[in-house]
């Protein structure tokens, strides 16, 4: 009897292929007998699941985004309890990709980016990943502040997030520094946006964020 492939896995089992290959030497040269050959799969097996090359990296993008998105879910939903500050933290530390262990993450998430310039599809998958982390950080700093534009406050630290990731993994910032320039960013968003009612501490580096206290009463 012959044996019975679940497809979905194989088409995941296609696209981890597809970023070790990402990570090791970008995309450019990448090649469907290339990424048979790293799955463990026959060429037929790969066509079978995907019709084109790009409808194999897009559906590779798409895992690569959902993963980042699981681990944005995971760090708000592990605390329930903490401040939308604390949360904006965590999301924002974990979109930057800075720490070493999301290092290969980062290398394949930007070998993705430029070959979006020149992919249309891939530029679609990635414009609705950052529109639902802007969703994400704007319902945040509305949550957290009284500012009448959470959405440009939003813009700009998923943008800054973002382009860190570029910084550390090119070695223009150690993760450390990059963890500075982002706990900085977030400290200038209370100070000039909102008071945090949660006092809980946010430590970049650990993955949690202090507000600033207010100035105490010296009069």
Known sequence: ???QVDHESRRR???DAVCQLADESGLEGVTLRDVAGRAQVSMGAVQRCFGTKEEMLVFALGQIGERVAARVSARLTASPAQSACTA???AATEVSLVHEEHRAEARVWLAFVAQAAVSPPLA???????????????????EASDTP??????RTLLALADGLTTHVLIGHLSPA???DVL???LHRLWNERAHCADPATHDTAQGTFKPPQAEPNRG
């Open 1 to 3: 009897m012959p044996k």
């Open 13 to 15: 089992q296609i696209a």
């Open 88 to 90: 904006l933290g965590h």
């Open 124 to 142: 679609g998958i990635l414009r609705t990943n950052y529109a639902h982390l802007q969703a994400l950080f704007a319902r945040l700093i509305a």
């Open 149 to 154: 534009a959470p959405d440009r406050a939003a």
């Open 177 to 179: 520094e990059a963890l």
């Open 183 to 185: 706990d900085g960013q």
